[in-house]
Each structure stands twice: as C-alpha cells, then as structure tokens.
C-alpha cells in the first residue's frame, strides 16, 4: 500500500475567526500549484525549500488579490508526509480560507480525507501506526498525564519495545525453525533455552498489557457513580464538587430522574461525575426509568460514592442500595455533618466498609478529605506509575492475542508437540504484534483509525 502521490490539500487550523489560519498541501503538485497561485514580494520564482516568503494569494483566473501570506515549500522527504509540501498562512476568516482553498482546488488538488496527511506518513513509512494513532491523542489531550503519554508514543518508545519483543520471537523462531530443517541431523536446540526466552517474552507482554488499565485512565478518566436513596444529598455533592449548580437540588425526594454527568480532575486524573436519581421504591414510570438506569450504571463504574444521609436513622432503602453495590469498589460517603446525628455508624462499622469519610456538602465541609480519598482509592488500584503505557483497546487485544500465541508455543513444546506447531503459534504472535506498528494491517483497519481524525491533519 503506497500512496500515489496525487496531490490533497485541507485547512490545518479550527474553523473560525483568529490571528493566522494553516492550508496545507502535500503530493507531486504542491510546489506548481504555489507558483500558480502565489506571488512572492520582489517578483521571486524560485522557492528555496523550508524557507518562508511573504507575498500575495493571488486567484489565477481573475488575478485579484485575495490576501497577504507567509507561504513555505518543503520538499520531500523531509516533510510531515514525506511528499513536497507547501504551507499557507493567512489571516484565519472563513470567506479568506476558502477563497485560497478554491484557488488551490482549481490549480490541481483535491480535499484531503480526515486524517490523510498522517495517513501519508505512515504509508511513506516515515511513522508507524503507533505513533500515527498517538497524533489523534495527542490533539485530544485534556490534562498533562494524557499528554505526556501520548507524546511517549510519538517519540516511538512503545514502538521500540514491541520492536525488541518482536526481535525477541524472532529469535526464537529462528531456533525452532533451524531445530525443523535439520531434524535428522545433529542440531539440537536446548528446549530449556527457547522456554526461557518464551517466559521473558511472555513477562514483557505481561508489563505492558497490564499498564492498560492505568493508560486507559489517564486516556478516558475514571467513572466514579454517586448512589444512594433519594434526598440524601447526591446532587448537592455533584454541585459541590463541580463547584457549579449542574443538577437540580430540592428538598423533595425523587427530584433527579436522568443521569447528570460532568468531568472534573483531582491532581492530574479525569473523573467523571455521574449523579443519578435516588434509589427507592419509584412512584411513577419517570422515575422508575431513572432508577433502572441508575442501576445500569453500576457495571461500568470505577469506584461508587454511597451516600447516605447523617440527619435520619439508617433506612430499609439504604439497605437496599447497599445490597445492590456490595460487591463493587465503594467509598462510603455521610453528608449532613452539619446537621445533628442520627444515623448509627455501627451499621455501617460491621459491613466493614473500607473507607467512610463524612462531609457536608451545604456546607462546604470534608470535601478535600473526601477527593484525597478517591484519588487514593483509584490510584491506588494502578501499581506504580509505568513510563509506557497503552491506551487503546486496539492495541490491547493485539497484546493479548500475542499472549496467547506465545503461551500456546510454551505449551506445544513442553508437551513435546511437533516443532511446526510451535512454529505456527509464533508467526501468529508475530502477525498480531505487526498488526500494531501496522506492518501486518489490512486497509479496512487502516480507514477506521484515520477516520477518527479531523480533515487537515
Ligand atoms: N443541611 C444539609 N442539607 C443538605 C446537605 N446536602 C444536601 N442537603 C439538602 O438535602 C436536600 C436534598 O438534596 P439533593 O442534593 O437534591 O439530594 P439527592 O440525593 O440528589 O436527591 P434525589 O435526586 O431526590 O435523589 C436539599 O434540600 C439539600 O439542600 C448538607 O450537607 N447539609
Ligand atoms: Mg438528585
């Protein structure tokens, strides 16, 4: 799969009104179609690569003047795409951008697809599709740790691990298949040594599809549900926490029927905040329909705050929402402190919950406290911090199917099987590692990933 050079073009920079506005150019074209359009000050014709010029967009048929710009011309190979490439700053306007965009059109490119100029890229061999994938990331980057981890994955360190893995197989195949050629004869492979270096293969696959858990968090963020019985005082929590009034709050029980979600981050780490309609007994369709889907919220929760309401005895509706969540990831959470006590904390003692923290949300108390112990509770579940994590799904599957690959070669060969299973079972491990880096990918896969990325990138 190579690209045939045709030439696209896109506006790089967000629609809208600003200071500068990028069109780009890539393919065989791009530096003819800057002659067609462009008229450097001083009459120039001639475009030293990588050097700006500053001069006029000027449409070729009507010659008028549609705007001043700085222009660049950067031949290939030593581009973004690997392909000539030219590079237009205007003003940023919509009636100015679509004007030189139009002239660029005319005078022999067409609109890019999402993503094309890094697809180029990695079709021209000049990134991988890690690192390709790691572009998209790195745009949508909200906080420092995505960021960071993102940015790991461009410099190709995740690349150069999986590289060493696969060098790794590769190794032991070559063992194996020299043990096949020459069966007869007096070669013979140490079983122990292949076993050895399957296990540390397998030890390294292990690290790295373990570290999914903490890449997806920094990557997606953690979910953190607030449940507990209607008016115990969810919604005010959400507020207090979001420092904004997101949800409704009345004293009537029952006042949320939909989930009501919103982000906020504690010490570098997405959460979301999902507040949900008070588990009870419903009195009508609506709000039976939110409880069901407080109740669907469950599964995918990282961690689940459990409110309960410090003003009024331990209740039978407690019980049942406790009885729901039991088994999950839950931090006990007593609002009202600010109100005299009635609840009895020894119910709560023998359930043996791991943490109980108490707070007021009126009022503004113990909600550090109460944020210091959900990043604990979710940092917490993630070992120490890994310098190289993954973060897409994708990429874990492929991991795993790797895993297996190598497992079922340790087994074949402890089980004495004949070397071609072994051998099968580590090519397979080769094709799910290469499907990764994108060496064995098929363009189907290919378009879904580009598809995710913004025209002009
Ligand atoms: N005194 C006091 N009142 C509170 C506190 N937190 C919430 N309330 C009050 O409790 C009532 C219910 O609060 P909400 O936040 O709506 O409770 P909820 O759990 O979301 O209720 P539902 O959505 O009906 O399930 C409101 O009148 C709040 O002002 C608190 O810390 N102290
Ligand atoms: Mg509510």
Same mark, same amino acid.
């Given at each position: 799969m190579k690209t045939d050079g045709d030439t696209i073009c896109a506006i790089s920079t967000p629609q809208g009104e600003g200071g500068i506005g990028i069109i780009r150019i890539s393919g065989n074209n791009a530096l003819s179609i800057l002659k067609k359009i462009f008229k450097a000050r001083g009459n120039k014709r001639v475009f030293s690569s990588h050097r700006l010029y500053l001069g006029y967009i000027i @449409?070729?048929?009507?010659?008028?003047?549609i705007d001043e710009v700085f222009a660049v011309f950067m031949a290939g190979p030593k581009t973004y795409t690997r392909e000539d490439v030219v590079e237009i700053y205007s003003h940023a306007g919509y009636a100015v951008q679509k004007s030189i965009l139009s002239c660029v059109i005319e005078s022999g490119a067409r609109i890019a697809e999402p993503g094309e100029f890094t697809k180029r890229a990695f079709l021209n061999g000049r990134i991988d599709l890690l690192q390709a994938e790691s572009v998209l990331d790195i745009i949508k980057s909200e906080t420092d740790a995505e960021l960071e981890t993102a940015v790991n994955q461009l410099k190709g360190i995740l690349s150069q691990k999986l590289n060493r893995i696969k060098e790794n197989i590769k190794d032991a195949l070559v063992d194996v298949e020299t043990q096949i050629d020459f069966s007869? @004869?007096?070669?013979?492979?140490e079983k122990k040594e292949v076993l050895k270096r399957l296990k540390n293969i397998k030890k390294d696959l292990d690290a790295i599809i373990e570290s999914y858990y903490e890449g997806r968090a920094i990557k997606n963020g953690f979910n953190v549900l607030i449940l507990g019985r209607t008016n115990v005082g969810k919604s005010s929590l959400l507020n207090a926490l979001v420092m904004e009034d997101k949800a409704i709050v009345t004293p009537i029980p029952g006042t949320t029927r939909d989930i009501i979600e919103d982000i906020i981050h504690i010490k570098g780490i997405k959460i979301k905040l999902i507040d949900t309609a008070g588990i009870r007994k419903p009195e009508n369709i609506v709000e039976d329909l939110g409880i069901e889907k407080a109740r669907q919220k469950i599964e995918d929760a990282d961690l689940i705050l459990w409110i309960l309401d410090s003003s009024i005895e331990y209740t039978d509706e407690d019980e049942e929402v406790y009885r729901v969540i039991k088994d999950k990831n839950i931090i006990a959470v007593i609002n009202k402190i600010d109100l005299p006590e009635r609840i009895d904390k020894g119910i709560l003692k023998q359930k043996r919950l791991h943490t109980i923290v108490e707070i007021s949300a009126l009022k503004n108390i113990g909600l550090e406290k109460l944020k210091d112990t959900i990043y604990k509770n979710l940092m917490g579940k993630?070992?120490?911090?890994?310098s190289i994590l993954i973060t897409s799904l994708r990429h874990r599957d492929a991991l795993i199917k790797t895993r297996e690959a190598v497992t079922k070669a340790t087994e074949n060969i402890i089980n004495e099987e004949p070397l071609e299973f072994v051998s099968f079972e580590l090519n397979d491990a080769l094709y799910h590692l290469g499907l990764i880096t994108g060496k064995t990918c098929s363009e189907e896969i290919l378009n879904t990933i580009f598809e995710r990325f913004c025209i002009g990138k």
């Open positions: @449409e070729p048929k009507k010659k008028k003047v007869d @004869e007096d070669i013979f492979i993630t070992k120490k911090r890994q």
